[in-house]
């Protein structure tokens, strides 16, 4: 079971990456110090990652040292991980394609409305097409994680 200090540690690390941010968003900066803000925003995340890199590792060998204990922990089979790994990257890859698809149709499609308005239904069934494609990878990765459970 996690404890408090688990629980609110990456709450706190969220809140220290985003602030440097705030006010870049807010446009209140100027870019001499927006590019300073951005910086330390890579630098943060950076440290912030080599942090949690080291707690993860020293706590994995605390639970190396304990023995069995590392064992009973894992659940579930290799099988299942590499379905779990297949149902990812069915949905971010049809993603991935559906967005080179519509980034290609949409512009297409809004020249072809602006030219003409007769072809507003035709240029929007392409762009329909593309997006189907990221809907089809999200029900293949369901029924995936539907077999594996």
Do not use: C
């Not at 446009?27 to 949690?52: C, N």
């Not at 707690?55 to 579930?76: F, H, K, R, W």
Request: proline share 2%; aromatic share 8%.
């Amino acid at each position: 079971m996690l404890n408090t200090f688990e629980l609110l540690l990456p709450l706190v690390l969220i809140v220290l990456i985003s602030l440097p941010l705030v006010s870049v968003f807010r446009g209140k900066t100027s870019a001499k110090s927006a590019k300073f803000r951005v910086i330390t925003h890579i630098a943060l995340f950076f440290v912030i990652l080599a942090g949690a890199l080291i707690y993860n590792i020293n706590g994995a060998t605390a639970l190396a040292a304990e023995g069995e204990a590392v064992v009973d922990q894992m659940s579930g089979s290799i099988a299942q991980g590499l379905g779990f790994i297949a149902a990812a990257l069915a949905t971010g890859m049809s993603a991935l394609g559906a967005g080179i698809a519509v980034a290609a149709a949409a512009p297409a499609a809004i020249g072809a409305f602006s030219e003409n308005d007769k072809n507003f239904g035709k240029s929007l069934i392409f762009v329909a097409l593309g997006e189907g494609v990221a809907i089809y990878g999200l029900i293949i990765s369901i029924l995936i994680i539907m077999i594996k459970l």
